[in-house]
């Protein structure tokens, strides 16, 4: 059972049941512990049904503990068919893009999750958000901060949630590095180094590798994990940045980035650098510190990742990282949990990309980039 203060385990219990139990005759805490109250599980609407919500997200609402799949939004009748008889949902819990908004009467979807091309956050989770549900969006937020502001802007009017999908804060793994930083464990972390990159073959129609549906190529992509790395690797927002971007195959990736390397000044003297790429393979991050270091590898991956440190290896069972990001967004909702992954974090992240961008523009300069010291870190 996850732990619940005092306050809350008398609002879940009710009056009723309170009163028919002995509580001096049992320490509330043990009381606590020995007592399983009815949960509610969140529902949660996937929208956009492509590879990441098939293969990712709806096999791990099922093994979500706090929240479930109630609902999905798609553009293709055969895909909703598919989905209803694989997960049991009558006509009422589908919805295309035309009806979309229709979800704001649909009392078992608490949260939208927003799973479509890049270009389409913005929109969808302003609407999800206006339907009065709470949101998650994939990443990157939107295709720059101007739209990062309006969809926060949209949930606090609406007074709902809003989450990233940046599944890597609730991983075992992830965690620890962020604790090894918190703690010193390996003293100042003085330089740190991320790395994520795939190939990209195939389809040159895709959506990835169109800068109208995407914003970008692989800084859009799997750069967001560099830099995220980055910053909780090191424990701070970095302060300038200075970029470099790579072309080699010029006839594919002709609207976005192929490869991009940047360089990262951290207050208090700590530097990083990274690398993102769709025309490479890489998958790191490593912190050299005073006193030691850590490394995981791979660092961004669906895991299990694997991990080591000056002072050894570090091991983590493995669960899915999906069903661990939903049920931490879940409990932030039904329990006040921080918010591993809130909207100021994308935002951050794009504030990041937009300066990334700008240097490699004005042909490598030093960008300033001007983050409060804790901004977008989340809980
Ligand atoms: P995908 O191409 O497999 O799926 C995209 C879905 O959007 C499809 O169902 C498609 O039909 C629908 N769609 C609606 N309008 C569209 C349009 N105009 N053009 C193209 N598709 C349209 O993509 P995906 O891999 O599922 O990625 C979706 C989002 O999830 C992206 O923002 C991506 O960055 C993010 N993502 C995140 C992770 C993660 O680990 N957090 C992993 C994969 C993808």
């Not at 195959?249 to 993102?276: L, N």
């Not at 591993?340 to 990041?352: F, L, Q, T, Y």
Request: charged letters at 20%; one cysteine or more.
């Amino acid at each position: 059972m996850a732990p619940v203060n005092r306050r809350q385990f008398n609002q879940r219990m009710g009056k009723g049941l309170l009163g028919t139990l002995a509580l001096g005759s049992l320490p509330l805490n043990r009381l606590m512990a020995s007592c399983s109250y009815p949960q509610k599980k969140l529902g949660i609407a996937l929208v956009g049904l492509g590879s990441y919500s098939t293969y990712q997200l709806a096999p791990a609402l099922q093994q979500t503990q706090y929240c479930r799949l109630t609902g999905i939004v798609t553009g293709t009748p055969e895909k909703a068919e598919v989905w209803k008889k694989k997960y049991k949902l009558s006509a009422e819990h589908v919805y295309n893009y035309e009806n979309f908004d229709h979800i704001a009467a649909n009392p078992a979807i608490d949260i939208v999750y927003i799973v479509l091309p890049n270009s389409m956050h913005a929109e969808y989770s302003i609407r999800a958000a206006r339907a009065g549900k709470h949101v998650i969006c994939e990443k990157p937020m939107g295709l720059n901060v101007a739209e990062c502001d309006a969809i926060i802007a949209a949930c606090r009017e609406a007074g709902v949630a809003l989450g990233m999908g940046y599944r890597l804060h609730s991983e075992p793994y992830t965690q620890q590095i962020k604790r090894f930083v918190r703690d010193k464990t390996f003293g100042e972390v003085r330089f740190i180094s991320a790395d994520a990159a795939y190939i990209s073959r195939g389809n040159p129609n895709q959506w990835r590798l169109n800068k109208a549906l995407s914003g970008g190529g692989a800084l859009m992509n799997m750069g967001v994990y560099s830099i995220q790395s980055c910053i909780y690797g090191s424990g701070k927002n970095p302060a300038a940045v200075t970029a470099q971007e790579f072309s080699t195959r010029p006839d594919y990736f002709g609207e976005t980035d192929e490869t991009i390397t940047a360089q990262f000044e951290f207050p208090g003297g700590t530097v990083g650098q990274m690398m993102t790429s769709h025309n490479a393979r890489a998958n790191r991050l490593y912190g050299s510190c005073d006193s030691g270091w850590f490394e995981l590898q791979p660092a961004n991956n669906y895991g299990p990742l694997s991990g080591r440190t000056s002072q050894g290896p570090i091991s983590f069972p493995h669960e899915s990282q999906q069903k661990l990001q939903m049920d931490d967004f879940a409990r932030h909702i039904l329990e006040g949990t921080p918010n591993s992954a809130p909207g100021e974090m994308g935002r951050r992240d794009m504030v990041i990309v937009e300066a990334i961008y700008q240097s490699i523009r004005e042909g490598g300069k030093r960008i300033a980039i001007d983050l409060p010291e804790n901004y977008g870190m989340g809980g």
